[in-house]
């Protein structure tokens, strides 16, 4: 720890020995980390490898799961008295306050009923939607035009980009709930070092959409299966700033969404085959990722993946282990996707371009497939 300027000679090189970390130093969660997993440790908890913030307690029929960000807690278990005896032996190590059952966790409200648990961002999207003025204002029916040219807009740079960055770091997390708003809100985020007055517009126009629907979310289904289900699609040449291809998943738990991405691909794709083989690739891992999470909460899924692609010639590169001519330039992390369908870990399916669900995080689209759209993707409003 460095003293204050002042307090040593110049070419004094002597540190200060940190005794107690301080608030805010960034030696401060880390300790506190520390003394929280030593503690959960000493209990009986494991720490998973595929998500260190999860604790796991298995013993004797009782379970208890424990997830952490920073000082906010969710727990649950499959015994009350259980889970009652653990947070009297939480509150004995650390400062802790039970706040009941899971209402509101870092923004996101949580609601419950006999169908499974709603999730929304109804007081925060009403936040954004309060700081842009736009309260009293007419709402649009979809976030992004559908034949826009805003890659290539040359209208004049914002003399003031600091409210366009606020903005869509908000949006950014809204996303965590919002489904719907992954691919806009991703593409104006390419947007933030020289934003132009036609983005701050196009922002202006997804915060109008938010107008119509506050407090739409998803729904954690209770009656639904343990089946992973994954859509992929990706947008060959799909940014006309650097014509690399756009990819985008979404993955459901029976008929629950549960985890969705847009990303721009990290090199250009030669052909739409080859795309939508890269696209395969991303979620094939987000798919072997939560089958581990599900593994570390007790949830046995030995049924194979499914996956579903509109593209018969990825399909084809994918389930054919013969090395091809058209994919030799691909690299090998992309390959996996071949040992995974051996194992039979995962089962590919094609889908007709109308019904896959990716397509929404790809592309913009028009106000009638955009809302058949959300309405196949399990995206609900509990305040209407």
Known sequence: MKPPPGYLAANDTRVCRL???LYGLKQAPRCWFAKLTTALKEYGFVQSLSDYSLFVFDKGGIRINLLIYVDDMIVTSNSVEALTIF???LASCIKMKDLGALKYFLGIEVSRSSQGFYLSQHKYALEIIADAGLLGCKPDSF???QNHNLALSTSPLLSQPEPYRRLIGRLIYLGATRPDLAYSVQFLAQ??????EDHWEAAIRVVRYLKGNPGQGILLNAKSNFQLTGWCDSDHSGCRLTRRSVSGYFIQL???PVSWKTKKQKTV???STEAQYRAMAYITKELIWLKIVLHDLGVSHTQSMRLYCDSKSAIHIATNPVFHERTKHIENDCHFVRDEIQSRNLHLVHVQSNAQLADIFTKPLGRSSFQTFCDNLG??????
């Open 379 to 384: 995206i609900l409003d509990l305040h209407t």
């Open 87 to 89: 947070k009297a032996y």
């Open 269 to 271: 794709s030669m052909s």
């Open 143 to 145: 976030p992004l035009e």
């Open 254 to 256: 029976g008929t629950s």
């Open 191 to 196: 947007f933030m070092k020289t934003p132009r």
């Open 19 to 21: 005794r107690k970390s």
